[in-house]
Protein backbone atom coordinates (compact mmCIF):
# COMPACT_ATOMS: atom_id res chain seq x y z
CA UNK A 1 0.00 0.00 0.00
CA UNK A 2 1.18 3.41 -1.20
CA UNK A 3 1.71 6.24 1.49
CA UNK A 4 -1.47 7.86 0.25
CA UNK A 5 -3.64 4.83 0.96
CA UNK A 6 -5.51 3.37 3.45
CA UNK A 7 -6.43 -0.67 4.10
CA UNK A 8 -10.39 -1.05 4.28
CA UNK A 9 -12.45 -4.29 4.33
CA UNK A 10 -15.52 -5.19 2.68
CA UNK A 11 -17.39 -7.39 2.41
CA UNK A 12 -18.97 -9.22 -0.39
CA UNK A 13 -20.96 -12.37 -0.73
CA UNK A 14 -19.98 -13.21 2.98
CA UNK A 15 -16.05 -12.99 2.28
CA UNK A 16 -14.26 -10.47 3.66
CA UNK A 17 -11.22 -8.48 1.46
CA UNK A 18 -8.93 -6.46 2.46
CA UNK A 19 -8.52 -3.34 -0.59
CA UNK A 20 -5.87 -0.58 -0.26
CA UNK A 21 -7.88 2.76 -0.84
CA UNK A 22 -6.62 6.29 -1.54
CA UNK A 23 -7.35 8.44 1.33
CA UNK A 24 -10.52 10.33 0.67
CA UNK A 25 -12.24 7.84 -0.86
CA UNK A 26 -13.40 5.39 1.72
CA UNK A 27 -17.28 6.42 1.29
CA UNK A 28 -17.34 5.70 -2.85
CA UNK A 29 -15.65 2.54 -1.99
CA UNK A 30 -17.84 1.48 0.48
CA UNK A 31 -20.89 2.14 -1.70
CA UNK A 32 -19.40 0.06 -4.60
CA UNK A 33 -19.01 -2.93 -2.56
CA UNK A 34 -22.76 -2.41 -1.02
CA UNK A 35 -23.55 -1.83 -4.77
CA UNK A 36 -22.01 -5.52 -6.11
CA UNK A 37 -22.84 -7.05 -2.81
CA UNK A 38 -26.54 -6.26 -3.45
CA UNK A 39 -25.80 -7.33 -7.03
CA UNK A 40 -24.71 -10.23 -6.53
CA UNK A 41 -26.70 -11.54 -3.44
CA UNK A 42 -29.69 -10.71 -6.12
CA UNK A 43 -28.34 -12.86 -8.56
CA UNK A 44 -27.93 -15.75 -6.29
CA UNK A 45 -31.33 -15.52 -4.93
CA UNK A 46 -33.14 -16.00 -8.46
CA UNK A 47 -31.45 -19.19 -8.83
CA UNK A 48 -30.21 -18.45 -12.46
CA UNK A 49 -26.77 -18.23 -11.61
CA UNK A 50 -24.62 -21.29 -9.61
CA UNK A 51 -21.21 -19.87 -8.28
CA UNK A 52 -19.45 -17.29 -6.84
CA UNK A 53 -17.41 -17.14 -9.62
CA UNK A 54 -20.23 -16.61 -12.27
CA UNK A 55 -22.39 -14.78 -10.11
CA UNK A 56 -19.67 -12.15 -9.58
CA UNK A 57 -19.29 -12.05 -13.49
CA UNK A 58 -23.33 -11.58 -13.88
CA UNK A 59 -23.29 -8.97 -11.51
CA UNK A 60 -19.80 -6.87 -13.12
CA UNK A 61 -21.62 -7.49 -16.36
CA UNK A 62 -24.69 -5.64 -15.42
CA UNK A 63 -22.92 -2.76 -14.05
CA UNK A 64 -20.94 -2.47 -16.65
CA UNK A 65 -24.09 -2.08 -19.28
CA UNK A 66 -25.64 0.49 -16.42
CA UNK A 67 -22.56 2.45 -16.74
CA UNK A 68 -22.52 2.16 -20.41
CA UNK A 69 -26.27 3.63 -20.64
CA UNK A 70 -25.94 6.34 -17.92
CA UNK A 71 -22.87 7.54 -19.81
CA UNK A 72 -24.82 7.77 -23.03
CA UNK A 73 -25.39 5.85 -26.50
CA UNK A 74 -23.28 8.79 -28.08
CA UNK A 75 -20.00 7.84 -26.01
CA UNK A 76 -19.86 4.19 -26.23
CA UNK A 77 -17.86 3.04 -29.20
CA UNK A 78 -20.36 0.44 -31.03
CA UNK A 79 -18.05 -1.90 -31.25
CA UNK A 80 -17.70 -2.23 -27.39
CA UNK A 81 -21.63 -2.11 -27.22
CA UNK A 82 -21.85 -4.97 -29.67
CA UNK A 83 -18.99 -7.30 -27.92
CA UNK A 84 -20.91 -6.23 -24.55
CA UNK A 85 -24.50 -7.69 -25.56
CA UNK A 86 -23.24 -10.86 -27.19
CA UNK A 87 -21.12 -11.37 -23.78
CA UNK A 88 -24.31 -10.78 -21.87
CA UNK A 89 -26.05 -13.10 -24.09
CA UNK A 90 -23.07 -15.56 -23.92
CA UNK A 91 -23.25 -15.88 -20.27
CA UNK A 92 -27.25 -16.36 -20.04
CA UNK A 93 -27.61 -18.83 -22.53
CA UNK A 94 -24.60 -20.66 -20.55
CA UNK A 95 -26.45 -20.30 -17.12
CA UNK A 96 -29.95 -21.45 -18.93
CA UNK A 97 -28.01 -24.77 -20.43
CA UNK A 98 -27.11 -25.79 -17.10
Do not use: W
Not at 48 to 65: D, H, P, Q, T, W
Request: aromatic fraction near 2%; charged fraction near 25%; glycine fraction near 4%.
Amino acid sequence: MSNNSIPVTVRIADKEYKISCPEGEHEALMSSARRVNEDMKKIRESGKALGAERIAVMAALNIASELFNVEGAQTIDPDISARLDALQQSVDTALNTH
